[in-house]
């Protein structure tokens, strides 16, 4: 699993709370990338990161922010939760070595149900 | 435009059949090229990842890469019941190392 812990692994929250999932990994990768897996929709980039305080947008950024204050944590934030964000959340790094050396690694995944 | 096509499925094979699973990119400035296989309420699985033109063998799969096309495939040979799952196609681009993935193609595996 390359050291990935996504935590909660399951929520359910009310609509309009603020919440926080975080992905940590212990083996100091670059490149985090947060996704969001929709029946139909296979698995949709949100965010990604390629560095501490590096981020960019993915195809499906509205209503989500992040942070990655130091590299072994990145904090994906849905500032005011939907009944559309209910999903299931992944976190992927990416042991980035160059560019013919690249692997990525997913963690277990985060099952987030807004009501 | 997509920017990794995939079709959805499902295909359907016979056990001891080849499975072929295929995969177009957009970007030409692609540079890495990644299969993950996904079982039901699971994380994705690298399968095989794939950089240059050509066939790239790893057991029962071959990953297939022709850049030109921007066309990526993998086969499975002598397929089984335990290969039926969701495959899905990854591409790097960019210097910051986009991750993008397909929308999946379900792989049944009969007997």
């Known amino acids: 699993d390359a050291g990935i812990t996504q935590s909660p692994r399951h929520k359910v929250t009310e609509t309009g709370t603020p919440v926080t999932l975080r992905c940590h990994q212990t083996?100091?990768?670059?490149?985090m990338y947060w996704y969001r897996q929709d029946p139909g929709h296979g698995l949709r980039l949100i965010h990604y990161?390629?560095?501490?305080?590096?981020?960019d947008k993915g195809e499906v950024s509205d209503g989500y922010s992040v942070s990655r204050s130091k590299t072994e944590d990145f904090l994906l934030t849905l500032e005011s939760a939907t009944s559309s964000q209910t999903s299931v959340y992944f976190c992927?790094?990416?042991?980035?070595?160059?560019?013919?050396?690249?692997?990525?690694?997913f963690g277990q995944g985060t099952r987030l149900t807004v009501v | 435009q997509k920017e990794v096509e995939q079709n959805s499925g499902p295909l359907s094979v016979p056990e001891g059949a080849i499975a072929s699973l295929n995969c177009t990119y957009s970007?030409?400035?692609?540079?890495?090229f990644f299969w993950y296989r996904q079982y039901s309420g699971k994380s994705p699985e690298l399968i095989m990842f794939?950089?240059?033109?050509g066939d790239k063998e790893d057991g029962r799969f071959t990953a297939q890469l022709n850049k030109a096309s921007q066309y990526v495939s993998l086969l499975i040979r002598d397929s089984q019941p335990s290969d039926s799952a969701t495959y899905l196609c990854a591409v790097i681009t960019g210097t910051a190392s986009k991750l993008t993935f397909g929308t999946g193609t379900r792989l049944q595996v009969t007997l």
């Open positions: 083996e100091n990768h670059r490149y």
């Open positions: 992927a790094i990416s042991t980035y070595r160059g560019r013919l050396d690249t692997e990525a690694f």
């Open positions: 794939i950089y240059s033109n």
């Open positions: 990161s390629y560095g501490v305080k590096d981020t």
């Open positions: 970007d030409r400035g692609s540079q890495s």
